[in-house]
């Protein structure tokens, strides 16, 4: 079955795909073809976007999904009248809201991702140059000023996970690739021995690896089946002696990965 989501916003759509994406993740049997329209702020927008949303509902056969966060009800009111399924988000979570509160919403757009406080900018710009700068193990002697170190083989997952912290959460995260002459150690290499508490190990399945891998180098050594699970034995082994926390990424988002790990060791979060 196929079914059209459209996620709609007179904003950047954000708040729209991030709730819709969550929801639509517990239809596993369905494939959505998603479409983001962002800035949806005039009449006139609303109406192509109603054309455009009826088009898509007749090239289907069945009524798309519309998550909306609009927050002028006039152009609210237009998007409705197309023949799709529609999920206010405002109006399902604000009225109520309001009357808890006592108070009526200012209905502003873009609030929830406004850069109201310079501290706060400035330590995501802060914690994003961080990761960068210590990515794959590029500048072990920052180690100290980090909050988190993620460690692996190559390909597991852990630069774009440092990144997802550092964006999201103003964590500062380096990451450091174990490779073969790591590997052959069996223990910690030696950069990592002072920050042993401030490690996290990455691990992945290794069918999974190789095929990550595959893309990068086909048919090479790294690329190869044997080559990965030696590896991901070996790390899993090291991590068990050494008593370093660990996840398996391989049925996880960067999203899930990194909230997974920030909870678990318990990491203050810079941007709320």
């Known amino acids: 079955m196929k079914r059209t989501a459209f996620f709609i916003s007179d904003g950047t759509g954000i708040t729209a795909e991030a709730l819709g994406n969550s929801l639509l993740a517990q239809f596993g049997d369905i494939a959505f073809d998603k479409v983001t329209l962002p800035y949806i702020d005039s009449i006139e927008k609303a109406s192509e976007a ?3 949303i009826d088009t898509a509902a007749s090239e289907d056969g069945q009524r798309p999904i519309i998550f909306d966060t609009v927050v002028d009800e006039a152009i609210r009111e237009v998007i409705s009248t197309s023949i799709a399924y529609k999920i206010d988000v405002f109006s399902a979570f ?6 808890e509160l006592g108070s009526h919403s200012s209905f502003s757009v873009g609030k929830s991702h406004a850069i109201n406080e310079v501290t706060r900018y400035m330590d995501r710009i802060e914690s994003v140059n961080f990761a960068i700068d210590n990515d794959d193990g590029a500048r072990t002697k920052q180690y100290d000023k980090a909050d988190i170190i993620l460690t692996g083989v190559s390909r597991c997952g852990k630069t774009p996970s440092c990144l997802y912290m550092a964006l999201q959460f103003g964590i500062r995260a380096a990451n450091y690739p174990l490779t073969d002459g790591d590997l ?3 223990h910690l290499p030696e950069a990592l021995q002072p920050y042993k508490d401030k490690l996290y ?5 290794p069918f999974q690896l190789a095929s990550i891998r595959h893309e990068r180098r086909p048919n090479s050594r790294y690329a190869s089946l044997d080559q990965c699970e030696m590896e991901v034995r070996t790390i899993e082994k090291m991590y068990r002696n ?3 926390p660990n996840i398996n990424t ?3 988002s960067i999203e899930e990965i990194a909230t997974r ?3 678990k060791k318990g990491l203050e979060r810079r941007l709320n």
């Open 201 to 205: 190990g990455l691990t992945i399945d």
């Open 50 to 52: 109603v054309i455009r």
């Open 261 to 263: 790990i920030i909870a």
């Open 242 to 244: 050494e008593k370093i």
């Open 250 to 252: 391989t049925h996880f």
């Open 94 to 99: 604000l009225k109520p809201l309001e009357l």
């Open 184 to 186: 052959d150690l069996e």
